[in-house]
Structure formats: structure tokens, C-alpha cells
């Protein structure tokens, strides 16, 4: 049998209880596998406080009664985004390696990011008068991006046209519990799963009671990620979970822009995550927020486009893989083909490697045969740059004796002269 390792050099909080229970899986067993597959999506943040530049609807939570009144009254007339341009967030994204895109149609406050008949507080009753949702879902459509939103049942702007205290996470505020409240919910769900065409993913961010059926049976194929699977936020689980899981994460601490004081992720920390998600089973949902011109930030512009660079030497180790039978060997993480007899070993938090530069690597959990091949993802193997009388090619060996004098068997222990391309 034909074994082929690949290693990839690397350059470089929500429980389910706080999510609501997760409701009876009528997930579609072959379309969760393409799910899996596509293994890394774009997170949208993105809503009517945007042009505050702080955090996304929870000021609502426990404000004073004038506050909540100019928030519903006031925030509308700002949101004008004039440099809104969803075909180039789309290529970007695609150059990143995103295989699908969840964008916020509704957040807590209540405010719609699509055409809607159900309430006047949303995107066609502000300066910019247009559909963002539409714009958005045919950008990424012909990016060849699949399409998913994110939806939260809790409404904050219905609490307080219906005298209810704005609150989450009590008794009497969901729409389960109040039979016209379900009603227009569901006319939301409607709205989103019948006028924009087959939607791949949905993320229910609240008690989702009577509401995933629902939606299931508007468009049968739907993947329900919260509200039917595991979707860790802000965190890395420590180890693999059972099946089909999503973690989503910032870039910096919030999930909308923030105007200042923002602590952002390096790049590698966020590629880091990407992998140790993948090697664990998970999908990566890596969040963007837009400013309110409509524009990417130019921080977290710069750290898709790290990203990108990455993806595009190492995006085969990422997409269409599954867990192998171990995670790691401490900084080297492993995936495996889902399709191929190929691993691929990741190789993170390493020193400086320099181009050309010989280096030995030894991985404990792998057992090769005679047919096995070893090679660098992105790399011929044949010839470095500057350095003519230089011969890269990866070579390997087994043997009942490590690399080093610690004595584990069986190993492979693995020499590569490549070092790092420029750009990986």
C-alpha cells in the first residue's frame, strides 16, 4: 500500500448550555461530510451599532430606558455604507481559502440585515436603502463560496416594542415562549430560507426551540451548526470532539470592528488554531468585523491575506481531511485525507529555519512501508534558489531507534534540505 507524508511548515468562551440546548440532529448525514470537507469558513459580524465602534448589541442588556430609546431611534440613520463592496470581500476570501461564508443577518438587537416585511427596524430603512444580504450572498455565490447565516432568536428591538424588559438567558423573552413572537420569527426564517436560494449553513445564536425544524423543513439539506452540533467559541477544545464541530473565533477581542484599543491576533496564532481545529475534526469559523464605511479593517485585512499566503502553499492539508489516529506529537500536528491514503504533518512553533538549511524531523506515530513517499508541500525537492550545488530532496528512514538517543519504535525520522520557501 502507498503511503504518502506530507509535512507542512508553518512560517511564522460559549458552552452549550449558554447556546441553549442543542436540539434533535436532522442534519443531513452526506451533506455534514461536505461540511467537514470545506473545513474553513468566514465569520461576518456586522449590524446598525456598527458605527459606534464597540460592542454588538449586548448594550442593550441593562440599559437605561433613554439609551435604549436612541439606540432604536438614532443608530439607523448612520448605517450608510458607501464603501460596501461584497465582491471584493468574496475574492479576497476566496484567495484566503474560505470554503464558506456566515453572515449575521440578525443579531440580538433585532435589527435585519436583509429586505424584509416583518419590521420596519432594518437595512431598507436607512440611508443606504439596500438589500446587503443579496449583495453579499451573489458575491460569494460566484466565488463559488457556499452561502450560510447566522440568525439569533433573541430580538431585543420586538422585546421593547412589545414592553418587555430587554433581557437574555430568563424566563419569558424567547420565541417558545410567546406564540407571536414565534410567529414573526418564524416569518424571518422564511423570508431568509426561500428568497436567496439553496443556504448550505445556519447558526442559531439562542434558544432555538421550534425553530430548527423549522428551517430543516424550508430547505431539508440545510447544515444547522449551533443549535445542532458543537460550536465552541473563543476556544480551542483540548481534544478531538465526536463528529462534526465548529469552533469560532476574532481576530482581536470582539466580534464587530472596534475603533480603538483593539488586541489583535498575529497571524500565526490564528494559522496555529486553523490547524490545531482541523487535526482535532473541527471547522474553523474566523470572524471579520466590517467598519461602517462597509470597508475590512486594514489590521484584519492584512492578517487574511497572511492567511491567504499560507493557504496557498498548505491548503490541501486543511481541506478535505479528517483527524488522524493521533492530534500531535507535541508541535507537529497531523491530518489525514479523507479521500487519500496521505497524511500531512504540520510543523509549528519552530525555530527560524533557514532556506536551505538540512533539518531532521522525527515522527514517533507514523509507521512506513517501502512504497512510502515523504515530500514538502509546495516544494519540488530539486533545486534552492542561490544555491546551485545544493540537492533539497527529502529523504527518510525506519528504524527501531529515533533520530535522537531516546529509544522509541517504531519511528520515521525524516531529512529535508529544503528549509522554508520565501513564501512559506
Known amino acids: 500500500m502507498l503511503t504518502r507524508i506530507l509535512l507542512v511548515p508553518l512560517l511564522l468562551a460559549a458552552s452549550a448550555s449558554a447556546q441553549g440546548s442543542l436540539s434533535a440532529n436532522r442534519n443531513d448525514?452526506?451533506?455534514?461530510?461536505?461540511?467537514?470537507?470545506?473545513?474553513?469558513?468566514?465569520?461576518?459580524?456586522?449590524?446598525?451599532?456598527?458605527?459606534?465602534?464597540?460592542?454588538?448589541?449586548?448594550?442593550?442588556?441593562?440599559?437605561?430606558?433613554?439609551?435604549?430609546?436612541?439606540?432604536?431611534?438614532?443608530?439607523?440613520?448612520?448605517?450608510?455604507?458607501?464603501?460596501?463592496?461584497?465582491?471584493?470581500?468574496?475574492?479576497?476570501?476566496?484567495?484566503?481559502?474560505?470554503?464558506y461564508v456566515m453572515f449575521t443577518t440578525k443579531h440580538h438587537a433585532g435589527f435585519c440585515m436583509w429586505d424584509t416585511a416583518t419590521t420596519d427596524f432594518g437595512v431598507m430603512h436607512t440611508p443606504y436603502g439596500r438589500d446587503v444580504t443579496r449583495q453579499l450572498v451573489d458575491a460569494f455565490r460566484k466565488q463559488g463560496i457556499a452561502i450560510g447565516f447566522y440568525f439569533s432568536p433573541d430580538d431585543f428591538g420586538w422585546l421593547h416594542r412589545h414592553g418587555i424588559v430587554i433581557n437574555r438567558e430568563v424566563k419569558g423573552v424567547y420565541p417558545f415562549e410567546i406564540p407571536e413572537f414565534m410567529t414573526y420569527t418564524r416569518q424571518q426564517l422564511k423570508e431568509l430560507l426561500t428568497n436567496y436560494g439553496p443556504i448550505d449553513y445556519f447558526f442559531f445564536d439562542g434558544p432555538a426551540a421550534g425553530l430548527t425544524d423549522y428551517a430543516w423543513q424550508l430547505q431539508p439539506k440545510l447544515v444547522i451548526t449551533r443549535g445542532a452540533m458543537e460550536t465552541p467559541e473563543q476556544?480551542?477544545?483540548?481534544?478531538?470532539?465526536?463528529?462534526?464541530w465548529e469552533g469560532n473565533l476574532t481576530m482581536g477581542t470582539e466580534w464587530p470592528w472596534k475603533a480603538t484599543n483593539e488586541e489583535y491576533k498575529s497571524g500565526t496564532q490564528l494559522i496555529d488554531t486553523l490547524i490545531e481545529t482541523r487535526a482535532k475534526g473541527g471547522n474553523l469559523l474566523l470572524n471579520t468585523g466590517p467598519k461602517p464605511d462597509g470597508e475590512i479593517a486594514i489590521e484584519q485585512e492584512s492578517r487574511l491575506r497572511e492567511i491567504a499566503l499560507w493557504n496557498f502553499v498548505n491548503g490541501e492539508a486543511i481541506k478535505n481531511v479528517r483527524p488522524w489516529i493521533i492530534t500531535n506529537e507535541n508541535n507537529i500536528w497531523f491530518t489525514k485525507s479523507a479521500k487519500e491514503n496521505v497524511v500531512y504533518a504540520f510543523l509549528t512553533r519552530m525555530n527560524p529555519w533557514k532556506l536551505g538549511d538540512a533539518k531532521t524531523v522525527t515522527l514517533r506515530s507514523v509507521k512506513a512501508t517501502a512504497a512510502t513517499q515523504v515530500t514538502v508541500l509546495g516544494q519540488s525537492g530539486e533545486l534552492v534558489e542561490y544555491r546551485p550545488g545544493l540537492v533539497p530532496r527529502t529523504t527518510w528512514k525506519q528504524d527501531d531507534r529515533v533520530c535522537t538517543s531516546r529509544r522509541i519504535a517504531p519511528s520515521v525520522c525524516i531529512r529535508t534540505g529544503a528549509g522554508r520557501t520565501p513564501w512559506c
Open 29 to 99: 448525514p452526506a451533506q455534514v461530510e461536505r461540511f467537514r470537507d470545506r473545513g474553513f469558513g468566514l465569520f461576518i459580524h456586522w449590524g446598525v451599532d456598527g458605527p459606534l465602534g464597540g460592542v454588538i448589541s449586548h448594550s442593550l442588556v441593562g440599559a437605561s430606558p433613554d439609551y435604549v430609546e436612541r439606540f432604536f431611534r438614532i443608530l439607523p440613520d448612520y448605517f450608510n455604507p458607501q464603501q460596501y463592496d461584497p465582491a471584493k470581500w468574496a475574492s479576497l476570501a476566496k484567495l484566503a481559502g474560505f470554503e
Open 235 to 244: 476556544y480551542t477544545p483540548g481534544v478531538a470532539l465526536k463528529g462534526a
